[in-house]
């Protein structure tokens, strides 16, 4: 299994401000992913960051609006651009180790 | 394309009382199967997993799963509740080769004394 930790924990927000969550594990992994959860949903996958690319955005999520880094094997970060109270969710942070995905605690943003 | 449902939106269970939560799949091929728990306010952790092999698997707190390819099914079980068993469950699906997964839209289970 792997140890994923995202910063901040929680966060509220003014709208059209922007907010960067960070994802650390705590060995080297190949493949981390990024999913919104809206308020009383299940999760939605935003996209998949591999290091050393390009990160694949699924249908819906744009890089303008939601923009990730994955500087290298254990580090990666989103940023939630241009926010509306729409954007409120929780946001998680996967790896994939040994064909299973693990997930990070969540970053909970509320925009106002 | 693949899918997950989960019948079940709301299930309530007295403490002791065994439960069972539904999942059926959609899926071209053999798939990975795997089931999250969340609490309130964390993130998701792996009960257990499906692979293949014994279509019975063994998981964390108590659980298990049966992987049933004819009713594309892979129903949670727990035979005796605790009251730190309420939380949200949700069941996905995915492929081996890209390791992305497709979530269920989740089960909340009540534990009443």
């Known amino acids: 299994s792997a140890v994923i930790s995202q910063k901040p924990s929680r966060d509220i927000c003014q709208r059209g401000t922007s907010l960067t969550i960070q994802c650390q594990v705590d060995s080297q992994v190949t493949m981390m992913f990024w999913y919104r959860q809206q308020p009383g949903q299940s999760l939605t996958l935003i996209a998949t960051a591999n290091q050393g690319s390009e990160a694949t955005y699924e249908s819906g999520f744009v890089i303008d609006k939601f923009p990730i880094s994955r500087p290298n094997l254990t580090f990666s970060t989103l940023t939630v651009s241009n926010m509306s109270p729409e954007d409120s969710s929780i946001y998680l942070c996967?790896?994939?180790?040994?064909?299973?995905?693990?997930f990070g605690p969540g970053t909970r943003l509320t925009v106002l | 394309a693949q899918s997950v449902t989960q019948p079940d939106i709301h299930i309530t269970v007295s403490e002791g009382a065994s439960l069972e939560l539904r999942c059926n799949y959609s899926y071209g091929a053999t798939p990975y199967l795997f089931w999250y728990v969340q609490s309130p306010g964390q993130g998701l952790q792996l009960l257990l997993k499906y692979f293949s092999g014994d279509t019975l698997v063994q998981g964390i707190k108590g659980f298990e799963a049966e992987f049933k390819r004819s009713q594309s099914s892979f129903n949670l079980r727990k035979p005796s509740v605790h009251w730190s068993d309420a939380a949200e469950y949700f069941c996905a699906v995915g492929p081996s080769n890209d390791y992305k997964l497709s979530f269920g839209a989740g089960t909340t289970v009540t534990v009443r004394a």
């Open positions: 996967s790896v994939e180790a040994t064909d299973t995905q693990y």
